[in-house]
Nanobody, 117 residues
Framework: QAQLVESGGDLVQTGGSLRLSCAVS????????MGWYRQVPGKERELVTV??????HYADSVKGRFTLSRDNVANTLDLQMDHLLPEDTAVYYC????????????WGQGTQVTVSS
């Protein structure tokens, strides 16, 4: 059973918006950080945004355009992406980090976001 399942990736025009959602399995406990990363072919996976201890950090490239939020009722981690640019094109991955004796690093399968110029 997948622990993280992303959805919401799509093809959108420059300036458009998308909302990505990551369903987090309730079996995951001791979470200390949750966020989104992205990757394009031939490049390393890069951090987009992460929340931990009540603080949310954004990569400079997405500041002011992307918003991370957590829905504790639905148990999802959502990424609202506005004013999208072609350079935002990538596969987006949800990530959850846990601490404690069973410290783990969970990844989703990824969802493709393509921004056309």
């Amino acid at each position: 059973q997948a622990q993280l399942v992303e959805s919401g990736g799509d093809l959108v025009q420059t300036g458009g918006s998308l909302r990505l959602s990551c369903a987090v399995s309730k079996s995951i406990s001791d979470i200390y950080a949750m966020g989104w990363y992205r990757q394009v072919p031939g490049k390393e996976r890069e951090l987009v945004t992460v929340m931990s201890a009540g603080i949310t950090h954004y990569a400079d490239s997405v500041k002011g355009r992307f918003t991370l939020s957590r829905d504790n009722v639905a148990n999802t981690l959502d990424l609202q992406m506005d004013h999208l640019l072609p350079e935002d094109t990538a596969v987006y991955y949800c990530n959850v980090k846990t601490h404690g004796l069973r410290a783990s690093d969970y990844w989703g399968q990824g969802t493709q976001v393509t921004v056309s110029s």
